[in-house]
């Protein structure tokens, strides 16, 4: 079950996604707070983020919740902005009572959480950003269920090495998700023994492509990594293509949605994104398989990389609400999900202590196909 408390534009999004029930409750529940940029930017991959994690949370209510309790997820929306994210997490968890924060957007974001997570002693459960900053140092209440960027925007560099490509410029968004991942392209330019082209930073904010795009023609770039939100990647590939370059645009998971793909439009083949979970479209994984047979159940075509973030994370949340009894407490939450060792996914597993949060390290290479699809 899920309430939702936003501008109605972001309302109708999410309706058209089959994502969220919007009646109240008959009475206080499992509450879990999600304060995230349901319009701007990077609003096409949080829309998804949490249709995939209502499939999990609407499957678990259908058959009597958690301990007779059922999951609400309480979703308001934070328009992508770091001090509006601390504001509303605050309200959700001084007066909506949530026992945890869950599958927020934005490293920024994240990283202004932190004094209110210590504060309230709030666990954060799936944030939707692979910022390293989450991983190291551990962070008692925060739990990822995903890689980091560091890794993802080195195995993308490694990556066209290996395809023959010597020279690769960087583009990063100027703030410390854009720092975080061009640290991970020094990682990968580092193991193969290259150095970019070019690098250049860009604001988060209406950036302007007009003065960067020539710099990366005149250096004669093979390849693009693009380190940004999807409107702004996507504004950054127009401007590419129309100052006639055909290097090979890549950039990161935060982009692994169909919206990414619709914001491309006629210059989405080709365009590769990296993903830090299993082929969506592989049922021999037994959570893609659930996750594909509940979202045709809701009458959806399939699940998408961002989908399965969100159920991913859903999942994990569940067990440690399972695993923390029939009166579950922030501290008792945070107990639990930090004694899951190899908890099963379904094919894929999570293990946390007190020494590792990281949850999961896959990290894949995926490219958009001519019907708009990633492949892998």
Known sequence: MSRFRSPSRALASLALAGSLTLSLPAMAQ???GQPSGFTGTISAGVIENTAGANLYFDAVNAKGGVFGQKVELVSVDDKFDPKLTVELAR???????VLALFLNRGTPHAQALMPLLAEFKVPLVAPSTGAMLLHDPVNPWIFNVRATYQREASEAIEHLARVGITRTAVLTTDDTFGADGAAGTQTGFAKVKQQPVLVEKFPREKPDFSDIIPKVVAANAQAVVIIGSAGNVANAVAALRYAKSSAQVVTLSNNASEGFIKLLGAN?????VTQVFPYERSIKIAM??????????KGLDGVTPAMLEGFAGAKVLVEGLRRAGPQPTRQSLRDALEGMDNYNLGGISVSYNASNHTGLDFADISIINADGKFLR
Do not use: P, Q, S
């Open 268 to 272: 989405a083949r080709g365009v590769i």
């Open 91 to 97: 309200k959700l968890i001084t007066e909506d009572r």
């Open 30 to 32: 499992l509450r879990i």
């Open 288 to 297: 893609i398989r659930e996750a594909r047979d509940l979202a045709k159940a």
